[in-house]
């Protein structure tokens, strides 16, 4: 991390940038990747005022601050940043909360059409399952615009799904009890 100070009308003093170096490195730790930090002392009349510019790879934090006190200013400037950089890292890791699938699974219709990893439930139909034969249910599979029919088998009552695969012939999904 590069630090540059720049006095306007004021000499900062060794300890005022002891000061800024040891906020500086609890910040890093808060948020890793700092490349530069440039900090602007400016002293009118009765009035110390700080400004502080932060430079990292994906983020470029600012802030000012004045009081009569150039230390403080400085402190107060720093604590300043370091609100940006928890609210920022706290966004951050909320988005990357709700990416990994702790939000319910959506449905339809929801607006949210953003790339998640997790699958989202795109539309939903209710079925009567008629009782019929599986000859019958073959019979209306060719007949509907469907590729697929839910029914109950006539002579066991279990619910079955007999659907069109892409080579032309019929599948049969019946479940396990």
């Known amino acids: 991390m590069r630090i540059e100070y720049t006095g306007r009308h004021a000499e900062i003093p060794e300890e005022v940038r002891a000061l800024a170096e040891r906020k500086l490195s609890k910040l890093a730790k808060l948020l890793p990747g ?21 430079h990292s790879p994906r983020l470029t934090l600012t802030a000012a601050g004045e009081s009569g006190d150039l230390g403080a ?25 709700t990416a990994t699938g702790d939000a319910p699974l959506s449905a339809a219709g929801s607006g949210d059409e953003r790339q998640d990893p997790t699958p989202r439930i ?3 139909r209710r079925f009567v399952a008629k009782a019929m034969t599986l000859h019958e249910a073959a019979l209306d ?13 006539a ?5 079955r799904v007999l659907y069109k695969r892409k080579d032309g012939n ?5 479940p396990e009890n």
């Open 73 to 97: 200013s400085l402190a107060m400037v720093l604590d300043k940043l370091a609100k940006q950089a928890q609210r920022h890292v706290g966004k951050r890791r909320g988005r990357k909360r």
């Open 141 to 153: 599979v060719g007949a509907s615009e469907s590729n697929f029919v839910v029914f109950r088998d």
């Open 170 to 174: 019929l599948g049969l999904i019946e």
């Open 34 to 54: 700092i490349t530069d930090v440039h900090i602007v002392v400016a002293s009118d009349k009765h009035r110390q005022i700080a400004e502080v510019s932060l």
């Open 122 to 124: 795109i539309r939903s």
């Open 155 to 159: 002579a066991t009552e279990r619910i």
